[in-house]
């Protein structure tokens, strides 16, 4: 079945630090990709996200490539803050023969930024 | 942007005690909305979808009679675990989708601990 792979964490960086997050998926057909950041004790907010090959999703200076190709979509940051500091999640959606769309989740990836 | 409220946020409950989670969509019609629960350091695991009027559909492994989902409106869905147990404790989190291809906006989530 469709499946989603993330770097196991925690990842800690200084600020002002490069962030690289990998993120691979496996899926049939051609899922919509998402990046989803969850703040200690929230709910996810989405962050950003790509429908399709070689779309860039961007929010908050964090970007994302759908890359076909690799089946990835790696998340970046050029230059983290503490206030980033979070989880993050990949995540994918497709065709699950319905108007569902169920998200599949990555396990997550802990960033912890330091001042 | 969209925004679910979920309530109650924390609830500390006894064994055997029936408990039930609000989901709301405060500002469009959610025709779906999804129920995961998440374990300490892990990812989101989807337990069931529920569309408006219809039944919920449970993910694998999930006891409907244990986790009963009710969706009778376009703005509420709510989550009852019935006579919880210690092993229910977790994070449950609900999201909300106005219809596809819309995201799902998640709720803050709430915590459940049984004593």
């Known amino acids: 079945g469709d499946s989603v792979t993330q770097m196991e964490g925690p990842v800690t960086l200084s600020e002002e630090a490069f962030l690289t997050i990998n993120c691979t998926y496996t899926?049939?057909?051609?899922?919509?990709l998402f990046w989803y950041v969850q703040y200690p004790g929230e709910g996810l907010q989405l962050l950003l996200k790509a429908t399709k090959a070689d779309d860039k999703g961007s929010n908050k200076g964090f970007e994302a490539t759908y890359r076909k190709e690799t089946t990835s979509f790696h998340l970046e940051k050029g230059s983290v803050q503490v206030s980033d500091s979070a989880v993050y999640f990949c995540?994918?959606?497709?065709?699950?023969?319905?108007?569902?769309?169920?998200?599949?989740f990555g396990t997550g990836t802990l960033l912890a930024v330091q001042p | 942007g969209a925004v679910v409220s979920q309530h109650p946020s924390r609830v500390i409950c006894k064994s055997g005690t029936s408990v039930k989670i609000e989901c709301r969509s405060l500002?469009?019609?959610?025709?779906?909305m999804f129920w995961y629960r998440q374990f300490p350091k892990q990812s989101l695991m989807l337990m069931a979808t529920?569309?408006?009027?219809?039944?919920?559909?449970?993910e694998q492994g999930v006891e409907k009679d244990k986790f009963l989902i009710n969706h009778a409106s376009l703005t509420l869905s709510t989550l009852t675990v019935t006579s919880a147990h210690p092993e229910d404790s977790s994070f449950y989190i609900c999201s909300a989708r106005g219809g596809t291809p819309s995201p799902q906006h998640f709720g803050d989530g709430t915590r459940l601990s049984i004593l």
């Open positions: 995540a994918l959606s497709g065709d699950y023969g319905g108007a569902t769309n169920k998200l599949i």
């Open positions: 500002d469009f019609q959610a025709t779906t």
């Open positions: 899926a049939t057909g051609y899922p919509s």
């Open positions: 529920s569309n408006e009027g219809s039944k919920a559909t449970y």
